[in-house]
């Protein structure tokens, strides 16, 4: 029993009983990697596969989140952007979680969710100036309702919790999603966040993207829980797996578990598998700590493929659509190419000038010891001639 209003006690879980937290005995599948839809598995709720309308919408985004990957990729190598995080092969994770939100909902993404923040309607170019590293962030959150993509892991679910929990307490059906990878669980403010969300009935869901890897650290050397979703039954609240290369099923899983957040039935924690087809960044080498047989493995996986293959099959998919979304993937990869491909010239002051509302004096001093080079027309230090 508790005296405060928002601590409820749950009884079992609402009257499911303990079983209820636990995931299912196997991730959700509904569509089969060779494209072929499942017959009924035995999962813990009845997920049902999307109608045909809602996974065309899907397929054209997956198609674009593609595209905005590869040009992204191409950008990089021509050293038009100081680095992208590739989300190649994980795309229906991220195009899942726009197409269950609703635009008065909050996305709380990481750095590899470019294309769902993309799929909330910021424009390409406020998407890629933080990376191109000429801007502090790019977009204004509350525009959007999303947050910025955070690079230190795990905050942003912090981010989600306080954001749901206002909401709640507003009175308002506002539900939030937070992103994060399979290595953020090992930090303390995933323990804090979920701890906090389950405590309070936060309506708040976290989707655990498990692309296999923390840059070189390999899964099983992150966690030997029996799943990533296995963790929530610690916190009280329901976990899920699901396959995460397979849209439909994402749709199911987690519009279930965001409706169950918004009806007030608190948060809950879904895993999806996947795989990071590409390197962690740029910056990595993937072939010095994983070989090249694991990650062929994958190629039949491809969330784009699965779903193209189901669609034409089904009859759905038809020569005017392909061309269509093909078309409306190259309108967004140009807007990316002109945009990066135009120079801009950031004032180097404005490293300094939106870190404080009031700087510090350590800030002041690193400015105008900058303002000082510069006007010296000396190298900065540590450049290179
Ligand atoms: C708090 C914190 N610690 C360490 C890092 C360095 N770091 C950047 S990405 C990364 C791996 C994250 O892996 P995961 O959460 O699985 O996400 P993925 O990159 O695979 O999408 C690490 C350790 C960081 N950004 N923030």
Redesign the pocket.
């Known amino acids: 029993m508790t005296n405060h209003p928002e601590i409820v006690d749950h009884g079992g879980y609402a009257g499911h009983g303990e079983d209820y937290l636990l995931p299912s005995d196997a991730p959700v599948q509904l569509i089969a990697p060779e494209g072929a839809p499942m017959t009924a598995g035995d999962y813990k709720e009845p997920y049902a596969l999307p109608d045909d309308a809602t996974l065309l919408d899907g397929y054209e985004r997956l198609v674009i989140g593609r595209r905005v990957n590869e040009q992204a990729g191409a950008l990089v190598r021509q050293g038009r952007m100081a680095v992208y995080?590739s989300?190649y092969g994980?795309e229906a994770c991220q195009v899942a979680s726009d197409m269950c939100l609703r635009s008065s909902d909050w996305l709380f993404p990481?750095?590899?969710d470019t294309v769902a923040i993309l799929g909330r309607g910021v424009t390409p170019m406020e998407a890629f100036e933080s990376l191109r590293g000429d801007w502090h962030s790019g977009f204004d959150p509350h525009q959007y309702n999303t947050g910025l993509p955070t690079?230190?892991?795990?905050?942003q679910l912090l981010h989600a919790v306080g954001v749901a929990h206002a909401a709640k307490l507003r009175g308002e059906d506002t539900v939030a999603l937070a992103l994060?990878?399979?290595?953020?669980?090992s930090?303390g403010?995933f323990h804090e966040a979920l701890n906090f969300a389950a405590v309070f009935h936060v309506p708040v869901v976290f989707l655990i993207?498990?692309?296999?890897?923390?840059?070189s650290?390999p899964l099983i050397h992150?966690s030997v829980a029996p799943s990533l979703a296995h963790k929530a039954v610690g916190y009280g609240m329901p976990g899920e797996r699901v396959d995460g290369n397979d849209l439909a099923a994402l749709l199911a899983v987690l519009g279930h578990a965001l409706e169950r957040a918004r009806d007030g039935g608190g948060p809950s924690l879904v895993e999806a598998h996947t795989y990071?087809m590409e390197a962690?960044t740029n910056a990595d080498d993937a072939t010095r700590y994983r070989s090249a047989e694991e990650v062929a493995q994958w190629v039949p996986k491809d969330p784009l493929l699965r779903l193209q293959k189901y669609l034409s099959d089904a009859g759905l998919l038809g020569a005017a659509d392909t061309e269509r979304f093909a078309a409306a993937a190259e309108v967004v990869a140009k807007t990316i190419r002109d945009g990066l491909n135009t120079e801009t010239s950031p004032d180097p002051a404005d490293l300094f000038a939106y870190v404080y509302s009031e700087p510090t004096p350590q800030l002041r001093e690193q400015a105008f010891m900058l303002a000082e080079e510069l006007s010296a027309g000396q190298p900065l230090e540590g450049a290179q001639s």
Do not use: F, K, M, W
């Open positions: 995080p989300s994980q990481t750095y590899r690079t230190p892991l795990a905050t994060c990878g399979d290595g953020a669980t930090e403010d993207q498990n692309n296999q890897y923390a840059i650290v992150q990071r962690h």
